[in-house]
Each structure stands twice: as C-alpha cells, then as structure tokens.
C-alpha cells in the first residue's frame, strides 16, 4: 500500500509558476513509476507528465511540454511537477499517481495505469 499526498496548488496568474509536490509513504518508493494527471470537473482525468523509476526518463503532455517539469528525489520520496508560465487552461486538480514498475526505465503515460492515487491539489490560473 502506498499512500500519496499532493501540496503546492494554489492561484496563480497567467505567466506565473507554481511546484508541485508528492509525498509517499513506505520504503519502495524507489520500485514505482509516477505520474501527475490532472481533472476539470466534468472531464476524464488527463495524462500530464510521468517519470521513471530512476528519475532519468521522462514523458509529457504535448499541452505541457517545454513549460512543465516532473522530476523525484527517491531518498526523500518525493515526485515534484514545476509548471512555468501557467496559462488558464492548466486550470484543473492536479493528482498525484504511482505504479509499481519491474523496469526502472519504464513509465505510463494512461490514467487506468496507475495503482495509487493521492486526494489532489487544486491549481487555478486567472487570466
């Protein structure tokens, strides 16, 4: 069982940034790859951006790339999403999602992937 909770939402304006950060708990943090995904009220939950079990590889959303970060510290089982110049469509919950991986170059890109979920944060852009 993994238990993960999201921190850092908030509102910003357009232009403005914002980090992310996921907490989990246990000892095998190192064995899952993780995910941020995020959810506008009425719509499926969206792949945002995935990091492997090593940290070294990376996937985002065409809509975030080249703005947004995800990157881990396994020693202090964290996963982090740095947004830079947010735009109002960004606007949504943001989750925080782990799954156990054997490769540790691997990672998912699909929401049914994933095993665990954290409660979500709240990120709001104004324009």
């Known amino acids: 069982q993994v238990q993960l909770v999201e921190s850092g939402g908030g509102l910003v304006q357009a232009g403005g940034s914002l980090r992310l950060s996921c907490a989990a708990s246990?000892?095998?943090?190192?064995?899952?790859?993780m995910g941020w995904l995020r959810q506008v009220s009425g719509h499926e939950r969206e792949f945002v951006a995935a990091?492997?079990?090593?940290?070294?590889?990376?996937s985002y959303a065409d809509a975030v790339k080249g703005r947004f970060t995800i990157s881990r510290d396994n020693a202090k089982n964290t996963v982090y999403l740095q947004m830079n110049n947010l735009k109002p469509e960004d606007t949504a919950v943001y989750y925080c999602?782990?799954?156990?991986?054997?490769?540790?170059?691997?990672?998912?890109?699909?929401?049914?992937?994933?095993?665990?979920w954290g409660q979500g944060t709240q990120v709001t852009v104004s324009s």
């Open positions: 246990g000892r095998t943090f190192s064995t899952y790859g």
């Open positions: 990091v492997s079990r090593s940290g070294d590889r990376t």
């Open positions: 999602a782990s799954r156990y991986l054997y490769s540790r170059f691997s990672y998912s890109t699909a929401a049914n992937e994933y095993d665990y």
